[in-house]
Nanobody
Framework: QVQLVESGGGLVQTGGSLRVTCVAS????????MGWFRQAPGKEREFVAS????????YYADSVKGRFTISRDSPRNTGYLQMNSLKPEDTAVYYC?????????????????????WGQGTQVTVSS
């Protein structure tokens, strides 16, 4: 079992920055991929970014490329999503997920249905 706990969401103005954090516990994480997804009201959960824990390879949705950065601190089993140049359309609940990397259909691990473990989510609101 893997437990994930997110933190760091909040309210920010357009153009501002936030960093959300996901702490993983319960199992050695080296064989996993951590992904960040978001879900706005009335919309499906969408891929934001992912990172392979062992190699630190990263992947991004086109909508956040160049603005968001995913990273991880292996000794602390903690993942981060640094979000810069935020826009109102970035407003959503942000979730971190974890999946055994070999379960993914592609190296991007960008399908929410593939993920085994999820955190509780953290709200990010960008005001215009």
């Amino acid at each position: 079992q893997v437990q994930l706990v997110e933190s760091g969401g909040g309210l920010v103005q357009t153009g501002g920055s936030l960093r959300v954090t996901c702490v993983a516990s319960g199992r050695t994480f080296n064989a996993y991929t951590m992904g960040w997804f978001r879900q706005a009201p009335g919309k499906e959960r969408e891929f934001v970014a992912s990172i392979h824990w062992s190699s630190s390879s990263t992947y991004y949705a086109d909508s956040v490329k160049g603005r968001f950065t995913i990273s991880r601190d292996s000794p602390r089993n903690t993942g981060y999503l640094q979000m810069n140049s935020l826009k109102p359309e970035d407003t959503a609940v942000y979730y971190c997920g974890a999946v055994w990397s070999t379960r993914c259909r592609s190296s991007r691990c960008d399908e929410a249905a593939t993920y085994t473990y999820w955190g509780q989510g953290t709200q990010v609101t960008v005001s215009s």
